[in-house]
C-alpha cells in the first residue's frame, strides 16, 4: 500500500481512467466516421460519381472501357491484351479411352491414377497430337 501511495495511483484507477478514455474515443470516432461519411456522399452527389467512377465497380486499374479503347479485349470477367501469348484454351496433355483429359498440371485426378493402379503407364495415357 505504501507504494500506491508514494504514486498517488493505483491499477484500478488507471484502469478505470483507460476504460473512460476508450469509451470517449469511440464515440469520437464514430461522429467523425459520421462525418466523412455525410460529406462523401455529399460530394458523390454533387458530382454525379457512380460506385465504377470510385474503384469498387471493378478490381484497381483503368474502367474497362478505357482499357479496350486501349486495345485490350475482354475474356470472361478479365481484359486481356490483344496479341497475349496466354490461352484460354485447355492444353490437353494425358487422354482416356472414355474422353477424360487432364493437362498434366496440379493434382492427378481419379481417372488418371486409377488408370495408373491398373497397370497403364503415363505414356500409355498421352494424349495423340490432331493430324
Known sequence: MATQ???????ASISAQIKA??????????KEVGDVIAKAKE????????AEDLGFGEKPGL????KAAA???KVGKRAVKKG??????KVVKFKDD?????????KRPRWFTA????????EDLLAKPAA
Request: a positive charge.
Open 63 to 66: 474502367p474497362f472501357k478505357e
Open 98 to 106: 472414355q474422353g477424360n483429359t487432364w493437362g498434366g498440371i496440379g
Open 43 to 50: 460530394a458523390i452527389a454533387h458530382y454525379g460519381l457512380t
Open 71 to 73: 486495345g485490350a479485349k
Open 84 to 89: 497475349s501469348t496466354k490461352s484460354t484454351e
Open 21 to 30: 478514455l476508450e469509451a470517449q474515443a469511440t464515440a469520437l470516432r464514430q
Open 5 to 11: 501511495k508514494a504514486f498517488g495511483t493505483s491499477y
Open 115 to 122: 488408370a495408373l493402379a491398373s497397370g497403364k503407364k503415363p
